[in-house]
């Protein structure tokens, strides 16, 4: 991660020297995706300081930049067999880009349609042989952090990102993490919260561990115990001491998951060892100190609850040293090919590294909403992994898993809004009736609907809603 990050030039005097730059809106050019060869990873290409692109094959992935007869040039070659020696340019036209096919063997499409010749919007994408590129007009960026990048496989991980604003803010917290700062990680579900906290923690240099505590799964009749311990007899069952949560973490990192789903009564409890930094265990007679750097995550809009009075302004403020928002997948598809060469990688699924994917399944991957992020996209490579018998992921491989708010409407989601009584039911009642009725279906949904006599569609709804991971419940 450090390696990257000073890659992209960003030593302690280069940040504090682009900080004075006014981050501009830059135009960029994107390798996205290499569809046979995803292990290829992807690239960036400025292109605020060029006049031409040509793109062609080569031997490798590799960007020159030249001066010829005062024009800017970037030549980009790219490996694969599909692709010509001189295949495509890119032109400066004003403020804007045009595409040009250069009479290549295959032939050029842009958004799917086959183009000769085509003015580029933001946002379009261009296949050429199986390489799909992504024009982006205006991207915010600081010069340094948005130069050219090109992240080949050994260097991609948890953080990497070819988005220049992303990664500015991943290389924020990391610097952060090693301060003693409070941090909340926001954003939608699966976008990658615990796996940045996890970072947080690595990169912090506390020699304590990273403690992840489910805060919807802390019950109100075991709250302190399981929170700050207890001592052996302090009630029935407490046959032995046990340290609680807060105190395993100490000289570590308290990871408060779903800090939305925080009862009432936990926050003041919490609210008490983060301004007093010690724990009274339940029947003990002395506090004890503890050293804590807390990490909260959820995808809940606290600001609004804590306007509501559904969490207290004052642990609301303990915890926003640091807020960091994770962005959703499809707003930041650049890096798909980068995610997808990750997840195959760490695939359970023997020989899922060497898979690629046709063109028509790498068009599916950045055709989708992606509603549940990172974790959908995990999911549908998982089972696609599986069901690929050769050495490419074709689109019938690609199952749809969510039905997210994004997706085109189906029949079946078209459902009724939700009925008073049901808004009105406890959500820790309704998430709890869920949970047990997965576990009696095995994590079968329809099961799961008819019990309830609701709309598959209502139970998706509700199981995002809520975080459950119905997977878990699945044999
Ligand atoms: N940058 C990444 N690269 C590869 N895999 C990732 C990345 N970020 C997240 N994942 C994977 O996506 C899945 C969801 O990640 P994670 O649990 O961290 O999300 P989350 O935002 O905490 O979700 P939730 O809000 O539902 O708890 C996990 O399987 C994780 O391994």
């Known amino acids: 991660m450090t390696r990257k990050l000073i890659s992209l030039g960003t030593t302690q005097n280069a940040v504090r020297e682009e900080r004075r730059e006014q981050a501009l809106a830059r135009p960029f050019l994107f390798v996205v995706l290499h569809c046979d060869q995803p292990a290829l990873g992807g690239a960036r290409y400025c ?22 007869g005062g024009a800017r040039r970037l030549d980009l070659r790219l490996p694969d067999g599909a692709i010509s020696k001189a295949h495509a340019r890119l032109v400066r036209s004003g403020e804007g880009w045009v595409f040009e096919d250069m009479g290549s063997r295959n032939g050029s499409h842009v958004n799917d349609k086959r183009v000769t010749k085509a003015a580029l919007r933001d946002g379009d994408f261009i296949e050429l042989g199986h390489v799909i590129l992504r024009y982006r007009a205006g991207l915010l960026s600081s ?25 500015e803010n991943l290389y924020a917290l990391t610097r952060i993490a090693r301060a003693h700062i409070p941090v909340l990680l926001l954003g939608e579900s699966g976008t990658g919260k615990e796996v940045l906290a996890r970072n ?54 308290l990871f408060l998951d779903e800090v939305g789903d925080l009862p009432l009564p936990a926050q003041a409890a919490l609210l008490r060892v983060l301004e007093e930094n010690e724990v009274a265990p339940v029947g003990g007679t002395n506090p004890i100190k503890v050293d804590l750097r807390v990490v909260a995550a959820t995808h809940k809009p606290l600001d609004k609850m804590a306007l509501r009075g559904e969490l207290r302004v004052d642990l609301l403020a303990r915890l926003s040293g640091h807020r960091h928002t994770l962005t959703p997948l499809r707003e930041r598809l650049e890096d798909m090919g980068i995610l997808v060469r990750d997840l195959l990688r760490r695939s359970k699924v023997p020989g899922a590294s060497e898979l690629g994917f046709t063109i028509q399944a790498g068009k599916w991957l950045l055709s989708q909403p992606w509603s549940l992020n990172i974790r959908e996209l995990s999911q549908v490579l998982g089972v696609a992994a599986v069901l690929a018998d050769g050495p490419l992921i074709e689109r019938a491989h690609l199952v749809e898993r969510s039905l997210g708010p994004l997706a085109p409407p189906s029949e079946e989601s078209v459902v009724a809004p939700e009925p008073e009584e049901e808004r009105e039911t406890a959500p820790d009642a309704l998430r709890g009736r869920i949970v047990a009725l997965l576990e009696k279906h095995r994590g079968n949904v329809s099961g799961v609907a008819r019990d309830m006599g609701k709309s598959r569609v209502q139970i998706h709804r509700w199981i995002q809603r809520f975080s459950i991971d119905a997977d878990a419940y699945r044999l």
């Open 143 to 167: 010069p340094a952090a948005g130069a050219d990048l090109d992240l080949p496989p050994s260097e991609v991980g948890d953080l990497s990102t070819l988005v220049p604003s992303l990664a």
């Open 200 to 253: 947080v923690h690595a990169h912090s240099g506390r020699a304590g561990p990273l403690v992840a505590v489910n805060c919807g799964a802390l019950t109100a009749s075991l709250l302190e115990s399981q929170l700050f311990g207890h001592v052996k007899g302090a009630f029935t069952g407490a046959v032995r001491d046990e340290p609680g949560y807060v105190r395993r973490a100490d000289g570590g990192t």
């Open 47 to 68: 292109l605020s300081e060029l006049d031409v692109v040509d793109i062609g094959r080569g031997p490798e992935r590799v960007a020159s930049r030249v001066r010829e």
